[in-house]
């Protein structure tokens, strides 16, 4: 499989909102990277619920929702009724994961766990099997912008091993300061899936410069 670009609207114009997700249909983007922030799990708010069911309306890819959310079950229904395919939630936000990515499997869609910089992959080993997606912090999430932490491609090596070790299908997604020379080097080390916001939106020809992470 070759890889998967994520561009993530947080850094999109939100008073254009429908016409960024146009571009991004229009665009080789693989899937549209949602960020769900609640001002506790993370220090920022996005948004939520109101913003995602119209951008739902627009979008012909899939809806990769990342939340940072404290307690996410008590919102997985809602996530997937306004239009999430694959559901991302952080390992540091919940008390019974296994339990959290069976319902998100149960309501159909794909189940992503999310780790912290700070937080070893190690903590998966156990799940790695039932998850579809990992998706590595390359940075503290919150906001756009940021820049990426080196030590990120190391676990992505070490998760990929772990992937193969326990004969699993899960995909590894990354998450912040991705732009082409960071990008290159995730590839390389086994990333399947770069998510990008402000290298993407804050360029001039956005369309351009995701078809160029698409060819890296
Ligand atoms: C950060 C979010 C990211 C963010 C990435 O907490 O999870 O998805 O949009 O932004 P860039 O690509 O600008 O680092
Ligand atoms: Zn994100």
């Known amino acids: 499989m070759s890889h998967l670009i994520a561009p993530s609207v947080l850094s999109a114009d939100f008073l254009n909102l429908g016409r960024d997700i146009e571009m991004l249909n229009r665009s080789e983007a ?6 769900i922030m609640d001002g506790m799990f993370v220090p920022n708010i996005s948004f939520g619920f109101p913003v995602m069911a119209p951008m739902n309306k627009v979008a012909t890819k899939p809806m990769d929702v990342h939340l940072m959310i404290e307690d996410p ?3 997985l229904e809602e996530f997937r009724d306004k239009g999430a395919d694959i559901l991302t939630v952080h390992y540091e936000a919940c008390r019974h994961l296994h339990r959290t990515v069976s319902q998100i499997k149960a309501l159909g869609m794909q189940a992503g766990v999310s780790l912290n910089p700070h937080t070893p992959i190690e903590v998966l080993e156990d799940i790695i099997t039932e998850v579809d997606l990992v998706l590595l912090m390359s940075v503290n999430p919150g906001f756009g912008g940021q820049s990426f932490i080196e030590n990120t491609i190391d676990k992505v090596k070490r998760l990929k091993a772990m992937i193969a070790r326990r ?3 899960t995909l590894i997604e990354i998450d912040g300061g991705v732009n082409f020379e960071t990008g290159k080097k995730l590839l390389d080390a086994g990333a399947d899936v770069l998510v990008a916001g402000s290298f993407v939106f804050n360029a001039e020809k956005p369309e351009q410069v995701i078809k160029e992470l698409k060819e890296l």
């Open 30 to 35: 693989d899937w549209i990277h949602v960020d």
């Open 73 to 75: 079950d008590r919102y």
């Open 167 to 169: 004969s699993a299908k």
